[in-house]
């Protein structure tokens, strides 16, 4: 079935230090990808999309890229801040029109002064 | 525009009672989604409605009902909660358009039942 599979947490970091968050999926076709964040006692916001194989989405200094033939969306920014603390997760879409996303556990990011 | 709004923000419930969860967005979105969160999981999906009139199961439906009300409005439903059911519960609505049909989320419902 379809799946997701990101780096396990925590992630601690320094402020200004670089990260790369890693993912890999299964799933039919060729699924829209997302990046959702979760900053703590909130709900997920949407940080980054992308749509087909080799595009690049990026958005607030991260980026990732939809790599089609290793099926991963790894999610990488140059400077970490402390107001970057929150959850991460990557998440594909599954195909056809009513496409459900799908959630693996999410990475905890944790960014010290 | 508010974008996706959820009724109550905390809720504390005993074992056996009821009480319905309430879910609207103000974007004209056709599909709407009930999550919920464990601690260190993933969302796992509830219920969802592709439009209004429809709602399908989701992953993990046992002990839960929903209602379409109108195109705005998903509420969610636990007729007789139990501890398993605590859990803190997203909305989310989708734009049916474009090529990605990202999904926005609203602020959650931090349900615990005793």
């Known amino acids: 079935g379809n799946s997701v599979t990101q780096m396990e947490g925590p992630v601690t970091l320094s402020e200004e230090a670089f990260l790369t968050i890693n993912c890999t999926y299964t799933?039919?076709?060729?699924?829209?990808l997302f990046w959702y964040v979760q900053y703590p006692g909130e709900g997920l916001q949407l940080l980054l999309k992308a749509t087909k194989a080799d595009d690049k989405g990026s958005n607030k200094g991260f980026e990732a890229t939809y790599r089609k033939e290793t099926t991963s969306f790894h999610l990488e920014k140059g400077s970490v801040q402390v107001s970057d603390s929150a959850v991460y997760f990557c998440v594909p879409r599954e195909g056809g029109s009513q496409g459900n996303l799908i959630f693996g556990k999410g990475t905890k990011l944790s960014v010290k002064p | 525009n508010a974008g996706v709004t959820q009724t109550p923000k905390f809720q504390v419930l005993k074992t056996g009672q009821s009480m319905t969860l309430q879910c609207a967005q103000d974007m004209n979105h056709n599909s709407m989604y009930w999550y919920r969160q464990d601690p260190g999981m993933g969302l796992r999906l509830i219920y969802y409605s592709a439009s209004e009139g429809t709602t399908d199961k989701g992953e993990v439906p046992n002990g839960y009902n929903v209602s379409r009300l109108n195109k705005r409005e998903f509420s969610l439903r636990l007729e007789s909660a139990a501890p398993s059911q605590t859990s803190v519960y997203f909305c989310?609505?989708?734009?049916?358009?474009?090529?990605?049909?990202?999904?926005?989320f609203g602020p959650g419902t931090r349900l615990t039942v005793t």
């Open positions: 799933a039919t076709g060729y699924p829209s």
């Open positions: 989310a609505s989708r734009l049916d358009r474009g090529d990605s049909y990202e999904q926005y």
